[in-house]
T-cell receptor
């Protein structure tokens, strides 16, 4: 049973480009969380999604960031017009039910030049 | 809002030493408390958890006790190994919250 898969592992973008980060949850998991880890910081909650629904996006920046978890396919975190301050490690986690153990992916390291 | 504070790293110890990583929290209600571990190049893994006051979580020789009176959840291990070298994150989930609130992480380095 494969774990949570995130790709790419490393993503390099120039300022103003778009970044798309993918997360395939564990088989049977319908809840996905995205976290961001800035240098020297802890993980910060961004968004919580269930299939086709955004449940809590209180941690998402108001502009340029969006997330989706379609009925088929991976969850996507999209960052438009990236800036240097977006450089961070982005982690995805999945779970089967809300109060169950979270399983984390290995993260995507985004570097904005 | 909720917050987690854990000791700054890196923490460097010799093999078989006693380990304590301090963690304190601020939260409304009665949060659940967690320790996660991140080995190099991997995602976070749940190490242990406690869901109510005075509960003790334990796994792989690590322990932490939920202390409501001191709002703490310190991680301890009696004898560390080189393979314990990793980054350790303390976290909480507040009542009704969807996401976890994490501390900044403590990098632990165990030398042979």
């Amino acid at each position: 049973n494969a774990g949570v898969m995130q790709n790419p592992r490393h993503l390099v973008r120039r300022r103003g480009q778009e970044a798309r980060l993918r997360c395939s949850p564990m088989k049977g998991h319908s809840h996905v969380y995205w976290y961001r880890q800035l240098p020297e910081e802890g993980l910060k909650f961004m968004v919580y999604l269930q299939k086709e629904n955004i449940i809590d996006e209180s941690g998402m920046p108001k502009e340029r960031f969006s997330a989706e978890f379609p009925k088929e396919g991976p969850s996507i975190l999209r960052i438009q017009q990236v800036v240097r301050g977006d450089s961070a490690a982005y982690f995805c986690a999945s779970t089967r039910e809300t109060d169950e153990k979270l399983f984390f992916g290995s993260g995507t390291q985004l570097s904005v030049l | 809002g909720d917050s987690v504070t854990q000791m700054e790293g890196p923490v460097t110890l010799s093999e078989e030493a006693f380990l304590t990583i301090n963690c304190t929290y601020t939260a409304t209600g009665y949060p659940s408390l967690f320790w996660y571990v991140q080995y190099p190049g991997e995602g976070l893994q749940l190490l242990l958890k406690a869901t109510k006051a005075d509960d003790k979580g334990s796994n792989k020789g690590f322990e932490a006790t939920y202390r409501k009176e001191t709002t703490s959840f310190h991680l301890e291990k009696g004898s560390v190994q080189v393979s314990d070298s990793a980054v350790y994150f303390c976290a909480l989930r507040g009542g009704g919250a969807d996401g976890l609130t994490f501390g900044k992480g403590t990098h632990l380095i165990i030398q042979p």
